[in-house]
């Protein structure tokens, strides 16, 4: 069978490159890769193409862009149009039987109609219940223990269409990150991705709808959600996911929490177990301890101890930033490596605040 593939600069490549992986194993099935089709400007991605013979197409720049936008400016600019036309008449030349997007971004309705066969995705998470961009970042804020892929038909709305397979689960780590968890669901899949596409070019995959019912919505507006802490609701464990999400992966969603009537943007913070003074989200007072060339640390009351926050700054909600989006990019020193601890200060010794009996 000869297959399409559609792979993006955000595939997995921490501990492998899960796209180079993916493409030779299919090869060594028996399937022919048409092409290849890589964001452009991702020259790690070309560079691993062209050394292994595979025929390399870089996306256009407007591919970068929400599909909505380019969706509207492809019905109204006719020179979009052709370039669009221009740019897909080499890969209609390769004849490709099905086309297989892995960690791809917006793919326009010429392009789905170039295989015969329509194009498969693979989406990192199971459908319908969890639907949209954020999905390793869910499952660990919603504590999931374990979280496997879904292969599927890909229609114009967005990861609804037929499901051909799913993947089996990976185990989720305590110390995760999204990066880490999107590497592990990645690897775990890939012999069962192989197998999906063995069964399609037999015609042996039973395909079945989805269930509208149980769909579930992980885009931006059900992370943002997630991205201020809750001093009232929120245990240790609970605020330990969200630092390893909103601090171990830039999407433009800041960790917040608030105290002293303000809010503010959490960079490194240390949590202790106890049973301290006062009332959840309460401000206890400063650390002695110098921060970081910033302000003093401060320590919250939380509802299962205290927060020690070491690194902070005001929040302020840049003009024109969309409802569910901080807009504000991250400076990658301050991302964590993903699945590991952000190297904080040491051990803080909360003698202020030490552990105090409650009265019964």
Known sequence: MRILAYCSWFRPTLGRDCGEALLLGLERRGHELAAVVGHAGDAAWEATCRRRGWRYAPTLPEFAWPGKRWARILDADADARKRLEDWLGPLAETRPDVGFSFFATWIPPAMMRLPAGGFVNFHPAPLPMMRGYFPEDL?????????????????????????????????????????????????????????????????????????PAAA????????????????????????????????????????KADWLRRRWVVWDWELHAGDYVGEPGEFLGNLAEPARGGPAPV?????????????????????????????????????MAPGRRYPNASTVQLRPWKCVPRKS
């Open 139 to 211: 499952a660990i804020l919603r504590g999931m223990r374990s979280c496997g892929g879904t292969i599927h038909r890909v229609t114009e709305t967005i990861d609804e269409g037929a499901i051909l397979a799913f993947t089996r689960p990976a185990k989720l780590e305590r110390w995760d990150t999204p990066d880490s968890l999107m590497q592990r669901i990645a690897e775990e899949a890939l012999p069962d991705i192989w197998n999906a596409f063995d069964r399609l070019a037999e015609g042996k995959t039973r395909e079945r709808q989805q269930d």
């Open 216 to 255: 579930g919505d992980v885009g931006y507006e059900a992370l943002y959600a997630y991205g201020a802490v809750d001093w009232a609701r929120d245990d240790h464990l609970a605020l330990h996911r969200k630092f390893q999400v909103f601090r171990g992966q830039d999407h433009r969603m800041l960790l």
């Open 299 to 335: 320590v919250i009351r939380t509802t299962g101890g205290v927060c020690c926050v070491w690194e902070y700054e005001p929040y302020v909600k840049e003009e024109g930033s969309p409802e569910f989006v901080d807009r504000r990019r991250m400076d990658p020193t301050r991302v």
